[in-house]
Structures are given as C-alpha cells and as structure tokens.
C-alpha cells in the first residue's frame, strides 16, 4: 500500500514548464535525500546532471548525467555547472572530506557557496534554487549557529547575477529524510520520553511531495527570481506534538511530558544516543530547536494552491514506503591519505581586499617571526618562509595570478621541506559576505611529518600562527 499511496500522490504533481525548451537542472547534493528523490521524480521532465565528488562507474539512469566535481576548487565548480540553466543547491557540510579539517561548518559553508556562486556566474546560471531553514522573526545575531549558516549561505549564494530562489523549509518528512528519521528512532526507542523545554517550540514541517512539487514549480519562473520564500504545511505543532503524533501513526504507546530543566548538552546527548544520529547532524539541530519556526505570512508560498498533506499522512508515507530511488555506483574515492584542510574566518571591518590581506600575511608572518622565520622572495614571484637562514624553504608559495582578484587571492603550494606533496594543494585568502570577512584556507595539503607528529606540533602551531594574524588584523582596523 505505502509504494502504491507514494506513486499516486507524485503522479499528482504538475509537470508544466515554463518553457517548450527542456531545461538544464544541475544539482549539488544530488546523492543527498531531496536530490535523489528530485532526481527520481523529475528525470524525464528535465535533463538533470547530478554533481558528486566521486566517479560513476554505473548508471542506472542514463537520461541522468552525472559529474564529478571538488565543490573546494572553483576550477572544479566552474567545469560541472558548464551549460547549465538552473543549479540546485543542497549543500551542507557536515562531513570532512580531509582526514583533519580544522575549521567550522559555518566557515566551510560559507567558502563552498561563495565557490559555487562564483562559478554559477561565470557560466551564466540564470537561477540557483538553495533549500535552506526556515529563519524566527529575530535579529541575525540571536540565531543559532546552524540558521545563521543557513543565511549566511543563502545571501552568499544570491550575491552576485544567478537570481536566487531560497526555499526555507523546516523539517521535512518523507521516506529517508535524517531529521524525520531521528523522531521515529525517538519513538521507536524510548517508551517514556522526558522532553526539555525546547520541545514546546513550535514550527510546520512539510511533506517531501510538497515540498518537491514547490522546487519544480520554482524552476525557470521568474516569478520568484531573488526571493527568500518560507514553505510548511498549514498544521502548526510542537516538537513534542510531532513526537505524540509520530507515535499514533506507528501504532505505539509512549508517554511524552516535558521538564522545565534539560541542559543543551544533555539534550544533544540524549537524541543523538537514542535518535541514533551522528553528532555533526544532532548538535546544530537541537541549537535551532529553541527557535520558533513558523512560516512568515509575507514570504509564504503562493505561486499556486497546494493541497498540502497532513502531517499523519506524511508519517505514514515515509514508514510505509518500500520504494527507493536508485543511485549510481561510484567508484571509491582515491587520494592521498594525510590530508589537511584548515579554514579560519577574519572580521575585516575596514573592507581590506584579499589582495590586500595576502600581501600583508607574507610580509607579517617573517616579521613577526623575526628571530625565527625569513622570507624570501624569487624571480618568478614565489614566496619562500625559511628557518632562520636555510637555504631551502620551509614553505613555499607560489603566486596564480590568473586565477587571483581583488576579492580572492590563490597561492599553490609549491615546495617545501615540511610538504610531502607538491602537484596539489592551495592557499587562499578570500572576501566573502561583500567584504565582512576575510577567509583565510588551505586546502589538499600533505604534511611530510609522521602524522601523530605534525597532529600535536605543526597543526596546533598553525592554528595558533592564525589566530595571531587575526589578532593583528583587527589592530590595524583600530
């Protein structure tokens, strides 16, 4: 019944085009659960190029193109998104792709949609479609980390001439989906749930067939070109309430009552052990959880009357359903196995360029390191930072011009006798947000150090290195 009742409800769908012409939809995220399901639903409505990091070996799908891209390296972003018309973006990084990543999932966030707008605006992207989180009435600065992501994405993404379509969605429940799965685990798992305050929250989920039918009507309509648009179904509940609910649709007996006193801490603790989901999803989650997240009035969805699911109806499709859209095989990943990504965020009051900023790292850092590190500088434009006065250096950069402006400034990493690997690996100093922060990253880098070693020696002093730099900007704003 659950695979007959999840056909019948996508085949009522509307499958009208805003154009005779067939568009181009590329998705990042593709192998994430709305773009499976995207791809699963819409594959003959549009030629749809799925975006993964690593490579197809089968397809089941052959009207569905795929690409392998490195969403770090714009050179990557700018060759996947070639000739596309709308580039949809479900992006969020939660996992690390290095074996250390030093940095936060807001940092990382923000340089990886800043990447993906500059390549959308290279190849002429007319529209990016980003499926983001529903934001409270609150001032930027209340928001929780994981929102305040969302947004700062949201405005990265729209910043430049792709007109942005940001859908803010809050928990969406369908076959497969990690935040709904976490409440069924809840259920499934506790037959008394004692539940903080911040389970009284109220928001408005939304089923994964309404919320599929809203992207495809947003597709190529100029309607809502540069618009943030809130979308939930009309059914307002708590968080508890989504519990009670969820536990009536599964044919279960739990008693659920809340407690004025509950520590975050031990909130994430207690629904990542029995919600059975990994930490890097469970603590942004529950940060948000404080919130009311409510549809606005003024930035619903009204480009057409939809017959929204109850929530009931959305708990029993995403329990009952044995239908599962197919993905690729991808070949395994292959890569150096010490990898380093380090990525650290700079308040730049005073609007420095990147340029600006690169160029006053290389001269600080031998300066500040006076009686340690002298910098050299070649012929060709390389940048050498050497032990007192050793002839090779202990890192050396080497300057890209042609892929360097005023707002980002790219280094490769070319030699070194504290790198193992010199053919791949970057730095870069990056203005993001229109200039409110300056991103400092390496990316791909290999240490040639025994990995314990550089672990609890070169990464903590780069850490530290950066964090004096940054110290130092923000004296020289002063």
């Not at 729209?158 to 076959?175: E, H, Q, W, Y």
């Not at 340690?372 to 050396?396: A, C, S, Y």
């Not at 300057?399 to 070319?414: C, G, K, N, W």
């Not at 922060?437 to 290195?465: C, D, G, K, S």
């Amino acid at each position: 019944m659950g695979v007959i009742y999840l056909n019948r409800i996508f085949m009522n769908i509307e499958t009208e085009t805003f154009e005779e012409k067939k568009l181009t939809v590329a998705i990042a995220g593709a192998g994430g659960y709305i773009g499976r399901w995207f791809i699963h639903q819409f594959k003959d409505k549009y030629n749809i190029i799925g975006l993964s990091r690593r490579k197809v070996k089968h397809n089941p799908n052959p009207e569905v193109k795929w690409r392998q891209v490195e969403l770090y390296s714009i050179t990557s972003t700018v060759d996947a998104l070639k000739d596309v018309d709308v580039a949809i973006y479900l992006v969020h990084s939660m996992n690390a792709s290095t074996r250390l990543n030093q940095g936060s999932f807001e940092d990382t966030d923000l340089l990886l949609a800043d990447n993906f707008s500059r390549a959308a605006n290279i190849n002429h992207v007319k529209q990016i479609i980003y499926l983001g989180g529903l934001l409270p009435d609150e001032p930027e600065e209340k928001l929780s980390r994981h929102l305040r992501s969302r947004l700062e994405v949201e405005q990265t993404l729209g910043s430049r001439k792709a007109k942005l379509t940001a859908l803010r969605a809050s928990i969406i429940v369908g076959p497969g989906g990690s935040s709904f799965d976490m409440i069924k685990n809840l259920v499934d798992r506790l037959p008394v749930m004692m539940c903080p305050k911040w389970t009284e929250s109220e928001t408005q989920p939304i089923s994964l067939r309404d919320t599929l039918d809203i992207m495809d009507t947003c597709i190529g309509n100029p309607n809502v070109y540069g618009k943030a648009i809130e979308i939930g179904s009309p059914q307002v509940m708590t968080y508890r309430s989504m519990l009670e609910r969820t536990a009536e649709v599964m044919g279960k007996k739990r008693l659920v009552f809340s407690v004025p006193v509950f520590s975050l801490g031990l909130s994430k603790f207690w629904v990542g052990l029995f919600g059975d989901s990994p930490p890097q999803l469970v603590s942004p989650l529950v940060e948000s959880l404080i919130h009311t997240l409510t549809v606005s009035p003024n930035l619903a969805f009204k480009e057409k009357k939809i017959d929204y699911l109850s929530y009931e109806e959305s708990v029993s499709i995403a329990l009952n359903s044995k239908e599962k859209p197919i993905l690729p095989k991808f070949y395994k990943k292959k890569g150096v196995k010490n990898t380093v990504r380090s990525i650290q965020r700079m308040a730049n009051k005073n609007g420095h360029t990147a340029t600006w900023v690169g160029n006053r790292y290389n001269i600080w850092l031998p300066s500040f390191f006076k009686f340690l590190i002298n910098g050299k500088t070649t012929e060709r434009g390389d940048v050498g930072f050497h032990l007192l006065w050793g002839k090779k250096p202990m890192l050396q950069l080497t300057m890209i011009p042609d892929r360097s402006d005023q707002e980002r400034q790219l280094f490769y990493i070319t030699g070194g006798w504290l790198v193992k690997r010199f053919d791949y690996g970057w730095l870069e100093f990056r203005g993001v947000l229109g200039g409110r922060y300056i991103i400092t990253a390496i990316h791909e880098f290999v240490p040639r150090l025994p990995w314990f070693i550089y672990v609890n020696t070169q990464a903590r002093f780069h850490l530290w290195v950066m964090n004096r730099f940054k110290k130092y900007l923000e004296r020289k704003e002063d």
